[in-house]
């Protein structure tokens, strides 16, 4: 009918559900499409257009989500009674796809205040970090750390950012050389070297498996004016270990405030693409997004970092179809190969991703959810694939294996080299990741109003027809731009950004 207002929007041409646009009451009209909804149907869920027969294929965005368990009726509810999972069933053609979108002439690549550190690394932040070799550790990281929240304490150095005690609950009871302890390794290694930093002390106990002076060996850093280290055994205990790390750290804290932010080239903005509490909508407005944003930066000469292995699976062609080389998708079907097999003893293998959040927000299996999950990635070349904290080699879109979980994966994320964190979320996930900034984007304008103190950009914007996604698109990319420049985000104002801090631990404890 003329003039009706859309209730339920279908993704895809021959896509056989729709998507609520709002709460839909059983017998209410599937405007634009023929049909009454047979139950009631929650906000996101999704709704059958068409009858499907029982192994009947459900498709949206064209791509397979799972197989129908039962007959389902057109107009019915399409979720977790209904919709089983299946295995990936996604191509793996490699390359048929690349993108051949032009990099900006040099000339008209944007730029943004920088702090560009001696050895030419650009920050975003200008932290003094206090890192753990374990976690008997941790106690004294937070005291160095909570000495400098006065902020009379901090006042002697203006434009230092704060000092920020990162710790964890590992480096001991693991066996050296096992994946875990490479991992811890080389994740504290990332944060060592990481440009928001402009110093870092380490402190650990004395007598950890994790040890202060392998760790500097292995990971090729070098102690001097911007790292030091601490060890508690050594220094006298606790008392005497934290005095001793706060004047370490007043050292550190009298040349951080000798940086100065200068214009540097968008190129030097390294993202890490995250999302959490995803709901139908993450796919739809927030992801595409960002996305866009991504494909502005990457033209731009910048670096984005897509993970969460766990969460692109059944959605793999879409990375693999714009890999540069068949190595590169090798690389990335070797990580499936390898979650596939790490969770084969779990009780719903791959599908025990999507979340409790994420099905209430209308996501039924881990396929559905990746298809959502891919798109932060935008339409660019994929041009490599890394393990967790690996340092990058190359620019353009990145992919670095991790788990799903958010706080690990960006962890991973800042450890291989992102200054900025970009957070997509449906449900509303409160997360910050220091020393690097977390833009936080909603999907919806109803949970962007109810979390308005923890939400920078409403992407909801998008399904309310008040902006298309390549608007939103360059709205994200400048807000990128702005945060980068120092202009504070919602979790940084509101303290987050220390506890989020978890390395991927993969090995049992001995």
Not at 44 to 65: C, D, M, S
Not at 283 to 306: C, E, Q
């Amino acid at each position: 009918m003329a003039g009706q207002v859309a209730a339920v929007l279908q993704l895809k041409p021959g896509d056989e559900v729709g998507i609520a646009l709002r709460d839909l009451h059983a017998g209410e009209a599937l405007a634009p499409f023929p049909g009454v909804a047979a139950t009631d149907i929650p906000f996101g869920h999704k709704v059958a257009l068409v009858e499907l027969r029982p192994g009947a294929a459900v498709h949206r965005f064209g791509q397979p989500i799972g197989l129908a368990r039962q007959a389902i009726a057109a107009g019915a509810h399409v979720h977790l009674h209904n919709l089983g999972f299946e295995t990936s069933m996604a191509g793996h053609a490699i390359g048929t796809r690349l993108s051949n979108a032009p990099l900006r002439p040099k000339a008209e690549i944007p730029s943004f205040d920088g702090i560009v550190r001696v050895d030419g690394r650009v920050a975003t932040r200008n932290y003094v970090g206090v890192l753990t070799s374990v976690n008997c550790s941790s106690l004294v990281a937070r005291m160095i750390a909570d000495h400098f929240r006065d902020p009379l304490r901090l006042a002697p150095y203006p434009g230092v950012d704060g000092v920020v005690a990162l710790t964890h609950k590992s480096g001991c009871s693991v066996a050296d050389g096992s994946m875990s302890m490479s991992m811890l390794r080389r994740t504290l290694g990332g944060y060592a070297r990481h440009p928001n930093f402009a110093g870092v002390l380490l402190v650990g106990l004395g007598c950890e498996d994790n040890q202060i002076d392998q760790l500097i060996d292995e990971e090729q850093l070098e102690l001097g004016d911007e790292l030091n280290k601490l060890v508690m055994q050594e220094t006298g205990g606790t008392r005497t270990s934290i005095g001793r790390g706060i004047e370490l750290v007043e050292a550190m804290l009298e040349r951080a405030a000798q940086a100065k932010r200068q214009p540097v080239p968008v190129s030097e903005i390294i993202v890490g693409l995250q999302c959490g509490g995803s709901d139908s909508f993450s796919g739809i407005s927030a992801n595409p997004a960002l996305g866009a944003a991504v494909d502005r930066l990457v033209a731009s000469g910048g670096t984005a970092i897509l993970a969460e292995t766990p969460e692109i699976y059944g959605a793999e062609n879409l990375l693999l179809e714009r890999a540069v080389t068949k190595d590169v998708g090798e690389k990335l079907l070797g990580l499936l190969d390898w979650w596939e097999d790490y969770t084969r003893n779990e009780p719903q293998g791959f599908d025990n991703n999507p979340s409790p959040g994420n099905k209430a927000g209308g996501l039924t299996t881990i396929l559905e959810k990746s298809l959502g999950a891919v798109a932060k990635g935008g339409t660019t070349n994929l041009t490599d694939v890394i393990g967790y904290a690996q340092p990058l080699a190359t620019r353009g879109l990145v992919f670095m294996d991790s788990p799903g979980f958010d706080p690990m994966s960006a962890t991973g994320q800042v450890a291989s080299g992102a200054n900025l964190i970009a957070f997509t979320t449906g449900r509303g996930s409160c997360f910050g990741c220091r020393p690097s900034p977390s833009i936080k984007l909603a999907t919806n304008t109803a949970m962007f109003r109810r979390m308005e103190e923890d939400m920078d950009i409403n992407c909801g914007a998008i399904l309310d027809d008040e902006a298309s996604i390549d608007e939103m698109g360059e709205l994200v990319f400048r807000e990128m731009i702005a945060t980068a420049s120092g202009k504070p985000t919602k979790s940084e104002l509101l303290g987050y950004g220390e506890d989020e801090f978890a390395p991927w631990h993969v090995n049992a404890w001995l």
